[in-house]
């Protein structure tokens, strides 16, 4: 009996090892590749802001939308807001 408890704390120690390790080197390669899929994209959304920063004819076309707002800040900011909850919560007949 101690001789079949003997090899099953062997087996179990021997296994169990084998099998962390290979979990850690699966994870450690699923959080690298993580890593790189977040940074190419991170990436990507950079470009297109610093393409967009330097466009001429968008911040022209937000200078003139600016300037075509009428009434005191807060009336503006009051109608921008209700502008976006339009857009965050459309009428229910519009919605699917």
Not at 15 to 40: K, N
């Amino acid at each position: 009996m101690v001789a079949v408890g003997a090899i099953t704390f062997i087996n179990y120690n021997s296994v169990g090892g084998a099998f962390s390790e290979a979990t850690y080197e699966s994870l450690d390669r699923l959080s690298e590749t993580e890593a790189i899929i977040v940074l190419q994209d991170i990436t990507k959304q950079v470009e297109l802001m610093t393409v967009l920063a330097g466009d001429s004819i968008l911040e022209h076309s937000i200078e003139t939308t600016n300037t075509a707002y009428t009434g005191t800040e807060a009336e503006i900011i009051a109608d921008i807001e209700r502008m976006d909850e339009a857009w965050i919560s459309p009428p229910k007949t519009m919605r699917c």
